[in-house]
């Protein structure tokens, strides 16, 4: 269906952004505000100055462009994520393609396998402790610790403590929002003190404690003179640190889905043959970050709006993947979609899809499929408690009680 506007209508004179980021009802369900987006502007200049896209085919045909760029000019103020400028959150090609070659031979589908292990091991460990009916916080318990724990296994670091790990992310996240004030900045760039503390404490012991994972390799490449010390230290804190936050939000996301929809979590138990489509619908329903920015390097045009040159471009992942143009019927989890039909774009696309992307399908699937074999059912026992904004979504505690499968 042709849903192309004019250009004038695309780029009205507007009093309040079209995506109201600060508005506390848009952050808690935006999908109403992107099926009027997608439908009537398609593409629009925030009050900001950024130009927001929100369609599926546009999203997936420009936010792929290798002309745009993850760089902020030198006029916009370095803010809290300059503490990982060296990592491959702030660099472009080739720079960006080398830091990301030495991280990518750690996540291969073969060595992911082994790092899953971990959590699958940390899942059973934790579900023997519980009784039938007791509430704990599995987002915590089986989100967060089992796929922190693995990616630890990964780095061959320390993966005790991991509590404050998850909670400091949540601070550093905040940042991103098109809203972040003085008192979110401030709490971001203690956030990542903290991170970078213990990150150099446990290289530290690293270096007293050699061993043969990641963190030996990247330990031994600033030895050699191919990375310095700061490259070394904000790659390893960027993979430590996150590498609970969005995988934990997904698998929070499927337990809740679950708990509220018995009747799926049946299939996914009992029809494994299935569970591919269960999983690539929940990793398009619940995606932890929902938009990403580039700068625009060469001219291009979207639905008939040029974007010069230093202009910046968010791309809403969340209203591309629920866009009914690429979804029929996108706010129902619909395991039988055809498999040539389109792909969700939760873990971006480009240069800069996201880095931990296999190990991060690999861990969900792990953790899903160990709790199908010993969880029966799952139970919501309260409210779940989020830290969510306009660019992510974090579960704070997600009170859940389980019925164990009975041996």
Request: glycine share 6%; net charge negative; proline share 7%.
């Amino acid at each position: 269906m042709e849903r192309r506007r004019e250009n004038m209508n695309l780029m009205r004179d507007q009093a309040q952004d079209i995506l109201p980021w600060g508005d506390t009802e848009y952050i808690k369900n935006p999908y109403p505000w992107y099926e009027t987006a997608r439908k009537d502007w398609p593409i629009y200049r925030s009050l900001d100055g950024t130009f927001v896209v929100t369609r599926y085919d546009d999203v997936v045909k420009f936010g792929k462009l290798p002309s745009l760029s993850i760089v902020d000019p030198e006029w916009v103020p370095k803010g809290p994520w300059a503490a990982l400028s060296t990592t491959v959150l702030g660099l472009d090609p080739p720079q960006h393609t080398e830091m990301r070659r030495r991280g990518n031979k750690w996540f291969t589908p073969k060595l992911v396998k082994e790092w899953s292990k971990i959590a699958e091991a940390f899942v059973r460990n934790q579900i023997a402790t519980l009784k039938d009916h007791e509430v704990f916080d599995a987002n915590m318990y089986l989100g967060v610790g089992p796929t922190h724990s693995a990616m630890c296994g990964a780095l061959q670091l320390p993966a005790d403590d991991f509590e404050p790990v998850i909670f400091s992310m949540h601070g550093t996240m905040a940042a991103l929002s098109a809203e972040a004030d003085e008192e979110v900045i401030k709490k971001a760039t203690e956030a990542f003190d903290y991170q970078l503390g213990r990150m150099r404490k446990m290289l530290e012991w690293k270096r007293v404690n050699p061993g043969t994972g990641m963190a030996d390799a990247l330990l031994e490449a600033e030895s050699k003179g191919e990375m310095t010390s700061a490259e070394v230290e904000q790659t390893l804190a960027l993979f430590w640190a996150s590498g609970g936050h969005n995988p934990s939000y997904i698998i929070s996301s499927a337990i809740q889905h679950f708990a509220r929809h018995p009747e799926i979590y049946e299939i996914y138990r009992s029809k494994p043959e299935l569970r591919t489509g269960i999983l690539n619908e929940i990793f398009r329903l619940y995606p932890p970050e929902l938009s990403f920015a580039r700068w625009v390097r060469e001219p291009l045009e979207i639905q008939g709006q040029t974007i010069e040159v230093g202009e910046r471009v968010k791309f809403i992942i969340d209203s591309a993947n629920r866009d009914p143009e690429a979804f029929p019927n996108p706010d129902v989890l619909d395991m039988n979609r055809a498999p040539e039909a389109a792909m969700n774009v939760s873990f971006g696309m480009g240069p800069h899809q996201c880095a931990g992307q296999i190990i991060s399908r690999t861990e969900v699937e792990v953790v899903l499929d160990t709790l199908a074999e010993l969880v029966e059912r799952f139970e919501i026992r309260g409210v779940p408690e989020m830290d969510n904004t306009d660019r992510s979504r974090a579960y704070v505690n997600l009170p859940i009680s389980i019925v164990k499968v009975k041996s």
